[in-house]
């Protein structure tokens, strides 16, 4: 049985509201369950589940899948889009715990 690969990270929703706080959330990966998913969960319940590679890609440059984008912003920020029919919901995250993370799910 693998074990879950679990990181906690920080993110900023992107809006039109200045100076919103940090959210915590987690990240995610089940390799026995789901190989190729990663999970970003909210407080609240909130999960968004998308491929891993996806994720890896967005590191380095603009990727797309699924209603899913994501992308650097800067050096070490990283931006992921989620287009579902509530809308659109936007949040940056520092790219050093997404590092960790998929490393983690690598080892």
């Not at 967005?58 to 920020?77: D, F, I, M, N, S």
Request: charged share 20%.
């Amino acid at each position: 049985m693998s074990p879950v690969i679990h990181e906690q990270a920080d993110a900023w929703l992107v809006n039109d509201t200045p100076d919103l706080p940090a959210v915590p959330v987690d990240l995610l990966y089940d390799a026995e369950k789901d190989p190729r998913t990663v999970h970003v969960s909210f407080p609240g319940g909130a999960d968004w589940a998308f491929a891993r590679d996806l994720l890896e890609g967005g590191l380095t440059a603009p990727t797309e899948r699924g209603g899913v984008r994501v992308w650097p912003c800067g050096r070490t920020q990283l931006v992921v889009e989620v287009h579902s029919a509530e809308g659109v919901e936007v949040v940056q995250l520092d790219s050093a715990p997404v590092l960790r993370f998929l490393h983690r799910t690598h080892a």
